[in-house]
């Protein structure tokens, strides 16, 4: 299963530009979008499930043209979480779960088997006679990454699952997503750096409707090698002026003075040391570069 | 279905639709049993549109109709329908304990030109069943036009300020959609207002065959 998308535009009524002529190419496999809050994220997602339709450009599906006639056949082939759904508070786990696989066109018995199943590997087995409404944060999003689920699909789209999660369930949410990516594509937005690092092998990065990086993740952070400093300044003031000059990524009371994280092409003339960058750092230091 | 049940009949709405139909027929007082039908018909349209206006919105203000979109339309329609069905279903046995606890609360005595009271019970309720589809029907659809449930209901108000006043009957006559509850009911030979029930049925049909379009461009 892959995805082709060219000369993507998608332009509101009120002449906002969400998505700006862009390119993208999701192979199979887990696949990061990473962008800032406003960049076009949830808008290529709702594009990519046929909810919105582009105003210009081409999207392809295993060769299958994102068009009218052929909606149907591509959203048989979609599992979709948004960024923010509310399943049917007073209905149970598994009513909720039957009822959205009813509606999705999944055979009664073939549904409630994969219930089970996806139930036992988010760990909701035994919450399944609870009330949607009594579950946490985490285990509505399970769920709700269940009930994606339930169609089987050959492409699961997730937006920003994570978020508002605790650290331990951040980690089960990434983990499943992982595990649910054999076989199929997985197309996992978010604004959290991390949560990319510890799951995709390829990303993409959105800012201001357009791909800045579509590529893997060790040619991005190397895209940043050399250009990620470690500095020390005595003071606060100091600090201040390093601001005005350079791009700090993060900033450290330590003893005797402060210490930057610095993002700059060349060594700033400071008592500074090179150091490896992190994927945060090169996702900055693209973005700065674009901007 | 037990699921559809459990989805647009939680208890607050049971509770509310319970209390205005006890409150109703404690306060609106009726001396003849032949006015209960017209003391009842306005009121429920009224809660009717209330109730069915979040029929489908909800899906649309939890994100669900995100999700949904992937789903064949034929299967989005039918749940539609089962979800006023319910509710309609549940309307229409309050509007009879309604019509019996007018009996209780306001002990309305028989008018001489009363043939009947089950003829006219079966009357009231062949109105009250037309005006909880039409009604049921036109708020679920304008909230879904509006995406907005407190827009469909604002708009299903202003249909029945303007219909249910003396301009309304004025202007519409017989075809009013309120035509059982200014029927002249002391002339029981005149059945004329069965036209604006007829036109209530036809309209309700319209939306009816409406919806899927409706479903796929505001859903």
């Known amino acids: 299963m892959s995805i082709h998308i060219e000369d993507l535009t998608v332009r509101f009524k009120n002449s906002v530009t969400a998505i700006d002529h862009a390119d993208l190419d999701i192979p199979n496999g887990i696949f990061g979008l990473l962008g800032e809050n406003g960049a076009g994220k949830t808008t290529l997602m709702r594009v990519l499930t046929t909810v919105l339709k582009p105003t210009n450009g081409m999207v392809t599906l295993d060769g299958i043209l994102y068009s009218e006639g052929n909606y149907e056949k591509i959203q048989r082939k979609i599992g979709y979480l948004p960024q923010e759904i509310e399943l049917y508070p007073n209905l149970t ?16 018995a073939e549904c409630r088997k994969r219930i089970d199943y996806y139930l036992k590997k988010t760990s909701l087995i035994e919450h399944r006679k609870k009330k949607m409404k009594q579950l946490s944060g985490g285990m509505k999003r399970r769920v709700g990454l269940v009930q994606a689920l339930l169609n ?27 595990d649910f990516s054999e076989n199929r594509t997985v197309l996992f937005s978010t604004h959290v750096v991390e949560d990319l690092a510890a799951t995709c092998n390829q990303l993409a990065i959105m800012h201001k409707g357009r791909f800045l990086y579509a590529g893997s993740m060790k040619n991005l952070t190397e895209e940043a090698q ?8 005595p003071d606060e003031r100091k600090a201040r002026e390093v601001e005005q000059k350079y791009r700090i990524t993060s900033k450290q009371y330590v003893e005797g003075g402060l210490q930057l994280r610095v993002i700059s092409e060349i060594q700033p003339e400071l008592e500074c040391m090179s150091i490896p960058a992190t994927l945060e750092d090169a996702y900055i230091y693209v973005t700065n570069q674009y901007e | 279905m037990k699921k559809e049940m459990k989805i647009v009949l939680p208890f607050y709405k049971i509770a509310y639709a319970v209390s205005f139909v006890v409150i109703l027929s404690v306060i609106r007082a009726v001396v003849f049993t032949y006015e209960i039908g017209l003391s009842i018909e306005p009121p429920f349209a009224i809660l009717t549109a209330v109730f069915c206006a979040d029929t489908y919105v909800q899906e649309i203000t939890s994100n669900r109709s995100e999700v949904q979109r992937l789903y064949q339309i034929k299967k989005r329609i039918y749940s539609i329908i089962q979800r006023l069905m319910i509710q309609g279903t549940f309307l229409l046995l309050l509007a009879v304990l309604g019509y019996g606890l007018f009996f209780a609360f306001q002990k309305p005595i028989t008018h001489p030109v009363t043939e009947s009271e089950i003829l006219q019970f079966i009357t009231c309720f062949g109105a009250i069943v037309v005006t909880i589809f039409f009604w049921g029907i036109l708020a679920n659809t304008l909230s879904m036009l509006f995406r907005n449930m407190w827009m469909g209901i604002g708009s299903s108000l202003l249909i ?19 035509s059982y509850s200014f029927r002249d009911i002391e002339n ?32």
């Open chain 1, 93 to 108: 786990v598994q009513e909720c779960l039957e009822y959205m696989g009813d509606l999705a066109g999944v055979p009664k």
């Open chain 2, 188 to 219: 029981t030979a005149d059945i004329t207002w069965l036209y604006g029930k007829g036109l209530c049925i036809c309209i309700g049909l319209i939306l009816l065959l409406a919806l899927p379009k409706i479903v796929r461009k505001r859903g």
């Open chain 1, 152 to 178: 089987e699909p050959e492409f699961l789209i997730v937006d920003e699952p994570t978020t508002g999660l605790d650290p331990e369930e951040r980690i089960r949410i990434r983990n499943l997503l992982v």
């Open chain 2, 160 to 178: 029945w300020v303007a219909t249910n006043s003396t301009g309304g009957d004025k202007l519409f006559g017989a075809w009013n959609l309120f």
């Open chain 1, 226 to 233: 050399g250009k990620i400093w470690i500095c020390k300044v």
